[in-house]
């Protein structure tokens, strides 16, 4: 990326993205490929934060409903990913099964499926006999699924450095470890100070800070109520390939997945972490729990070994769903963040969608349930 040092900062650009994350650096790209001037500011390395530190799911299943246009616009971006960008990002399409575990929530799952066939999302029933006879790794404890034959999982520790690298390929200027530290409006548009003091000034401000997101919205006179969330994720070795296809749980305790190497991945529950010293970590306790849960679900892996367990810091909205859209107070801001832990596969439509706003006022991709004045 970008050396400050033998590059120094433009007193004035046209548009400043707040955030490397993959929205931030996919709404860079696109703008940019526009033929909009554009700098991404990153208070350490594109993909660093929750970006770079979740499970990989790129998952419509289980959506709200508020959530599905953006999910569907990103899922087309996922199937163009190397063209895009140059890489898959590891992408596969190996399909997203949510298994139940009561008869109550194979009825949760049916309805779910209903919804969702209504937007036009294909979802299957899966019964019990017949999930054993396709995956007859797992055990009796699952009931029932549903499935999304669309779905699957990426690599999220390259995803948003490649987007990055795209971006700055296509005129932006990218620079890491440069935190923003200061916000305030000037002359019609933004001053943006460096926590080294340096500072620029735009035209047109876009916030995708994650978990910082509203601690930068309320230096201009917006308060949104986010917390913080930070899941709980642990890695094996390689093992032969036995899991074929993105499992998540009803409940949410459990998720899991083999990836093409043959480590398998599994999340549920929470770690610990503290925004503001920029640092999180698993407890050994969740990961115990973790591991039993998915060994109730598939009892064949008991036995492998443990390499490296991780947590991260993502922004969390009390209806977890993104604050995302133009802002209703302060003209040329425009927000993406607090993505509630399920934003790795929105991320390239989000910023597909951020740059739909930010060139032309309004985007074809229905975003009227999570727009930022249902907070203020």
Same mark, same amino acid.
């Given at each position: 990326?970008?050396?400050?040092?033998?590059?120094p900062?433009?007193s *004035?650009v046209e548009?400043?993205?707040?955030g490397g994350g993959?929205?931030g650096?996919?709404a860079?790209?696109?703008?940019?490929?526009?033929?909009?001037?554009v700098v991404l500011?990153?208070?350490?390395?594109?993909?660093?934060?929750a970006s770079?530190? &979740?499970?990989g799911g790129?998952?419509q299943q289980?959506r709200?409903?508020?959530?599905?246009?953006?999910?569907?616009?990103?899922?087309?971006?996922?199937?163009?990913m190397?063209k !895009?960008?140059?890489n898959d990002?590891?992408?596969?399409?190996?399909g997203h099964?949510?298994l139940a575990?009561t008869?109550?929530q194979i009825?949760s799952?049916?309805?779910w499926?209903?919804m969702?066939?209504? =937007?036009?999302?294909t979802?299957t029933?899966?019964t $019990?006999?017949?999930?054993r006879t396709?995956?007859p790794?797992?055990?009796?404890? %699952?009931?029932g +699924?549903?499935? @999304?034959p669309t779905?699957?999982s +990426? &690599?999220? *520790?390259?995803?948003?450095?490649?987007w +990055?690298r795209a971006a700055?390929?296509?005129?932006a200027d990218?620079r890491?470890? @440069?935190?923003v530290r200061?916000?305030?409006?000037?002359? $019609?548009?933004?001053?943006?100070?460096? +926590?080294?003091?340096?500072?620029t000034c735009?035209?047109v401000?876009?916030?995708t %800070?994650?978990?910082?997101?509203?601690?930068?919205a309320?230096?201009?006179g917006?308060?949104?109520?986010?917390?913080t969330l =930070?899941p709980?994720?642990?890695?094996s070795e390689?093992?032969a390939?036995?899991i074929?296809a993105?499992?998540?749980?009803?409940?949410?305790?459990?998720?899991f997945?083999?990836?093409?190497r043959?480590?398998?991945?599994?999340g549920? #529950?929470?770690?610990?972490?503290? *925004?503001?010293?920029?640092?999180?970590?698993?407890?050994?306790?969740?990961?115990l729990?973790?591991?039993? %849960?998915m060994l109730?679900?598939?009892p064949?892996?008991a036995g492998i070994n443990?390499?490296r367990?991780?947590?991260?810091?993502? $922004?969390?909205?009390?209806?977890?769903s993104?604050v995302?859209g133009a802002?209703?107070?302060v003209?040329?801001?425009?927000h993406?963040?607090?993505f509630s832990?399920?934003g790795?596969?929105?991320?390239?439509?989000? #910023?597909?969608?951020? @740059?739909?706003l930010? !060139?032309?006022?309004?985007?074809?991709t229905? !975003?009227s349930?999570l727009?930022?004045k *249902?907070f203020?």
């Open positions: 990326m970008i050396d400050s040092v033998k590059n900062l433009p *004035r548009i400043v993205v707040m993959t929205a650096c996919s860079a790209l696109h703008l940019a490929q526009a033929g909009r001037k500011f990153e208070q350490r390395l594109c993909g660093g934060m770079g530190q &979740n499970y790129v998952r289980g709200l409903e508020v959530e599905l246009p953006l999910s569907f616009r990103s899922r087309e971006l996922w199937d163009k190397e !895009i960008v140059g990002c590891g992408f596969r399409r190996t099964l949510k575990r008869p109550e009825a799952l049916e309805e499926a209903v969702a066939r209504r =937007h036009g999302l979802v029933m899966v $019990g006999n017949e999930l396709q995956h790794y797992l055990s009796e404890e %699952a009931c +699924a549903s499935f @999304c779905d699957g +990426a &690599n999220p *520790r390259v995803t948003a450095p490649q +990055a700055e390929k296509a005129g990218v890491e470890y @440069c935190p200061a916000l305030e409006r000037e002359g $019609g548009g933004f001053r943006v100070t460096l +926590a080294d003091g340096r500072s735009c035209d401000l876009v916030n %800070a994650g978990a910082w997101g509203a601690g930068l309320a230096q201009l917006e308060s949104y109520p986010e917390g =930070h709980n994720m642990n890695v390689p093992m390939p036995v074929s993105n499992f998540g749980v009803c409940g949410g305790d459990i998720y997945r083999q990836t093409g043959g480590n398998i991945i599994f549920g #529950g929470r770690g610990v972490g503290d *925004r503001d010293r920029l640092w999180s970590r698993p407890l050994a306790e969740v990961n729990r973790q591991a039993r %849960a109730r679900l598939v064949g892996l443990l390499i367990s991780w947590s991260g810091i993502d $922004g969390m909205m009390p209806d977890e993104p995302f802002s209703p107070t003209p040329g801001l425009f993406a963040f607090g832990g399920h790795f596969q929105l991320g390239p439509g989000a #910023g597909a969608v951020l @740059c739909d930010v !060139i032309r006022g309004e985007t074809p229905d !975003i349930g727009l930022p *249902r203020l």
